[in-house]
């Protein structure tokens, strides 16, 4: 594996703190800016939009562009959106600088994600794929516990400095480390000649199953999203931990979720299909056993970590999926898989808030999950059946 590939999983660590780390710091929010825990889960809903519009869009704005210089140019302006949130005294101005960080985001992880595959042979794609997305995975593990460790001792402002502190020495490794130059696509790994143009990018990218696993994949995702945006609540006032055990939950999530990405990257080249649905099966009931259980402290510490590895797992496989359905898009298959990411990472906190102003308690978003889950198996299952119907009529053309 090129050192450039975990260079990018560095970069993607310092963004994936900031993703993730407003989990732990909803209630400091939503006390120093006066706003409603729902609302302080909205900024976390913001980002998520930020990066659904952002995937597509930068990708394209970039696409002509030396892959070195927009990584340089899209962490920059992600340092920049932190810097400025740092120091805001309003909810407003913070609701803006993580849609402004969340674009710069995207831009970056749609970049990563091709220059990544770019630098391997195809066999090693998801792998490759599995150690950019595993910069999330240590985020959640070392960076968003320490971000809530932060919060509680300095204030949510001193996460949001940690992020951007953290983000300069990936700025630095990119320099060092990532070729110069516009690099080849994963299409056309030998010379970027002959690429193929947006408009048949597209074309590849909207075929019946190509949109039915990125649908997929968004309810996926946002099953994951809805439970974890609400996690320390969830834990604090209906399982009863304190404050204190915050952190240590987001860190046993990391650890399911780096777990998780580093078995996908192993195994799901070769059993693409299979790890995948059985990781939805057992989202769904581990989602539905978090919910019931939620009041035992031992039955929570132990599905926060399965349920991150089963997610991450899950979702790392299925980013590698998109690229495998979609050939003709080298350039586009990485944003269109962020934005779907996203999609969910927008949707699960939104519902979950909606469920918790309803006045269904903390525990209610961790149904929401399952009840995402049930639909995410039932797309996959559709796009199955689409691909069932699709076979013979290739091999009709092969005979013919």
């Known amino acids: 594996m090129p050192f450039a590939v975990y260079v990018l999983g560095l970069a993607v660590f310092a963004q994936g703190t900031s993703e993730f780390m407003l989990s732990g710091l909803v209630s400091g929010i939503a006390e120093d800016l006066q706003v409603s825990i729902p609302a302080a889960g909205l900024l976390t809903s913001a980002f998520a939009v930020g990066?659904?519009?952002?995937?597509?869009?930068?990708?394209?704005?970039?696409?002509?562009?030396?892959?070195?210089?927009?990584?340089?140019?899209?962490l920059s302006a992600f340092v920049a959106a932190?810097?400025?949130?740092?120091?805001?005294?309003?909810?407003?101005?913070?609701?803006?600088?993580?849609?402004?960080?969340?674009?710069?985001?995207?831009?970056?992880?749609a970049?990563?994600?091709?220059?990544?595959?770019?630098?391997?042979?195809?066999?090693?794609?998801?792998?490759?794929?599995?150690?950019?997305?595993?910069?999330?995975?240590?985020?959640?593990?070392?960076?968003?516990?320490?971000?809530?460790?932060?919060?509680?001792?300095l204030g949510w402002r001193a996460a949001f400095w940690a992020v951007a502190l953290v983000s300069l020495p990936a700025l630095v490794?990119?320099?060092?480390?990532?070729?110069?130059g516009r690099p080849a696509t994963a299409a056309s790994p030998a010379k970027d000649t002959g690429s193929p143009t947006v408009r048949e990018e597209v074309r590849s990218l909207t075929g019946r199953r190509v949109l039915?696993?990125?649908?997929?994949?968004?309810?996926?995702?946002?099953?994951?999203?809805?439970?974890?945006?609400?996690?320390?609540?969830?834990?604090?006032?209906?399982?009863?931990?304190?404050?204190?055990?915050?952190?240590?939950?987001?860190?046993?999530?990391?650890?399911?979720?780096?777990v998780g990405v580093t078995v996908s990257g192993r195994v799901a080249d070769a059993r693409r299909s299979t790890f995948v649905a059985a990781g939805m099966v057992s989202l769904v009931v581990g989602w539905a056993a978090l919910a019931l259980s939620a009041v035992s402290p031992v039955a929570v510490v132990a599905l926060v970590l399965i349920q991150?590895?089963?997610?991450?797992?899950?979702?790392?496989?299925?980013?590698?999926?998109?690229?495998?359905?979609?050939?003709?898009?080298?350039?586009?298959?990485?944003?269109?898989?962020?934005?779907?990411f996203n999609v969910g990472a927008a949707a699960g906190p939104w519902l979950g808030g909606l469920t918790i102003d309803a006045g269904f308690g903390f525990r209610s978003p961790v149904w929401?999950?399952?009840?995402?889950?049930?639909?995410?198996?039932?797309?996959?299952?559709?796009?199955?059946?689409?691909?069932?119907?699709?076979?013979?009529?290739?091999?009709?053309?092969?005979l013919q």
């Open 212 to 258: 039915l696993t990125l649908l997929t994949m968004a309810l996926v995702q946002g099953a994951t999203f809805c439970a974890f945006s609400y996690l320390e609540p969830l834990a604090t006032r209906v399982t009863g931990l304190g404050a204190g055990w915050v952190p240590a939950l987001l860190a046993l999530f990391g650890v399911g979720s780096l």
């Open 368 to 398: 929401v999950s399952a009840a995402l889950m049930v639909l995410a198996l039932a797309t996959a299952g559709v796009s199955r059946l689409v691909a069932g119907i699709a076979q013979p009529d290739s091999q009709k053309l092969q």
């Open 308 to 340: 991150g590895m089963l997610a991450f797992g899950t979702g790392s496989a299925m980013i590698s999926q998109v690229f495998q359905l979609a050939p003709g898009a080298p350039t586009l298959a990485g944003s269109f898989a962020t934005a779907a």
């Open 173 to 180: 490794a990119i320099v060092l480390a990532v070729p110069g």
């Open 111 to 153: 970049v990563a994600l091709v220059a990544a595959i770019a630098m391997v042979e195809p066999a090693a794609r998801a792998r490759a794929t599995s150690v950019v997305v595993g910069g999330v995975t240590v985020a959640c593990v070392v960076g968003v516990p320490a971000g809530a460790l932060l919060g509680e001792h």
């Open 51 to 74: 990066m659904v519009i952002g995937a597509p869009l930068m990708a394209l704005f970039s696409r002509k562009w030396p892959r070195r210089r927009a990584l340089l140019i899209f």
């Open 82 to 109: 932190h810097v400025v949130g740092a120091v805001t005294p309003t909810y407003e101005v913070l609701l803006a600088t993580r849609i402004v960080g969340a674009l710069a985001n995207a831009g970056f992880w």
